[in-house]
């Protein structure tokens, strides 16, 4: 196997082969259908600092000699406990390699159920963990390797693109911080095509909106680059094109992975630049009223790109590109639709009497956004989500 190699450094794509400077890689580095000049399908293998990135169906099966790579030889495998059969399924994989399974991680990686995991790495005498999942699993590693140091290989099961980010965030008494720190970032990320392939349609659909929130809120960000621009058109080409194959054939392995590399690509970016309103308006429905985290993304995501493309309809173009129309946020809109996603926080449960809380609470602080933030203009907002109505502009 021909092994392409990817540099990244202060977001600067460096090819370390024939190509030489970014100018020249970036179009193929960016093209629809192929990583580097690999196309999808096949294996691939990059590099950012500090992280390796693994791409290709069947790769979970190199997680020993990943581990021997790194020197290690005591892993102990995370999961929640809805996935902890594929837990014991690396575990058995791995064989004396791994020292120990550890079953409870949570959504909002509560902080309880990480000093439980850190009492079993002491008992274990742990020297890295492995964390096979969603977000829940993913969290917990980082929860882990933020006390400890201790490395992490990740291997994601849905979108949610957290394990990219050196971004914690952790609940206790029940309220939700985050914190940002490099010990964060995991060593090395496997992205196996096949452990996707039986996610339900349903989450496939909400995980990879929740995704697609990152990109979409980096093409406004302040702190924007012409590399982090061009890294979330990536992921949102990736999803926009990918999931109505997905749909169509959840097994099509070569359509899993083109949404893994949006993932990627979305949850770099979220790493990379700040985020503004609408992850100001999930931490608040998540956190404040226990509202999934998936789902929530993917109702609030045309409001909130709508509500903002009032001040940046230019940085928000290529939405309307991909997709049609003249406004992201209907466009956002229709897509979510054609693709069965949920479209009303009423259906999670949210009260329409939390309405004047939560826009309350999402007005408090002030934050960076392009269009000035009001509390009656996002109690509209979420009156508008709330029913599932198509997104004011």
């Known amino acids: ?33 192929e990583f580097g000049e690999l196309p999808l399908g096949q294996p691939a293998e990059t ?7 693994v791409f290709g169906a069947g790769k979970r099966e190199t997680i020993a000699s990943e581990l021997r790579r790194l020197g290690l030889s005591k ?6 406990p809805q996935q902890c059969d594929a837990a014991l399924e690396i575990a058995e994989q791995i064989g004396a390699l791994a020292v120990g399974v550890f079953c409870k991680a949570e959504m909002h990686t509560p902080v309880q159920v990480t000093q439980d995991a850190l009492a079993h790495v002491k008992e274990t005498q742990a020297d890295c963990v492995v964390a096979i999942g969603g977000g829940s699993t993913t969290g917990l590693g980082k929860a882990i390797a933020y006390r400890t140091d201790l490395p992490q290989i990740v291997i994601p099961t849905t979108y949610a693109g957290s394990e990219c980010t050196p971004i914690l965030g952790q609940t206790e008494n029940g309220v939700k911080t985050t914190l940002s720190d490099p010990s ?6 496997i992205y196996d095509s096949e452990l996707v392939t039986t996610l339900p349609v349903s989450m496939t659909v909400t995980s990879a909106l929740n995704a697609m929130a990152h990109a979409a809120e980096a093409l406004y960000a302040p702190d924007k680059t012409a590399e982090t621009t061009a890294m979330a058109i990536e992921g949102l080409t990736a999803f926009i094109e990918g999931l109505p194959k997905v749909l169509q054939d959840p097994t099509d392995l070569v ?3 083109a949404t893994q590399r949006g993932a990627w690509a979305c949850g770099t970016v979220l790493g990379q630049v700040g985020m503004a309103l609408h992850h100001k308006l999930c931490h608040t429905l998540g956190g404040s009223f226990d509202l999934p985290h998936a789902e929530t993304h993917a109702i609030v995501l045309p409001h909130a790109i709508a509500y903002n493309a009032r001040a940046a309809a230019n940085d928000l173009q290529p939405i309307c590109d991909l997709l049609g129309g003249n406004n992201s946020g209907t466009a956002l809109y229709d897509f979510a639709k054609k693709m069965n996603a949920p479209t009303a926080l009423r259906d999670l449960g949210l009260k329409e009497e939390d309405l004047d809380r939560a826009a309350d609470l999402a007005t408090t602080k002030p934050y960076p956004n392009p269009q000035p933030v009001t509390r009656e203009d996002i109690r509209a907002l979420l009156q508008a989500a709330w029913a599932g109505d198509t997104p004011l502009k």
Request: without cysteine; charged residues 20%; negative net charge.
């Open 75 to 80: 892993a102990l495998v995370l999961a929640t």
């Open 255 to 257: 359509a899993r992975e």
């Open 184 to 189: 964060i970032l995991p060593e090395v990320i």
């Open 47 to 53: 590099i950012l600092p500090d992280v390796r990135v």
């Open 1 to 33: 196997m021909e092994v392409i190699w990817v540099y990244f450094h202060n977001m600067k794509v460096y090819y370390l082969s024939d190509i030489r400077s970014t100018d020249e890689f970036l179009p193929l580095f960016w093209s629809k259908l």
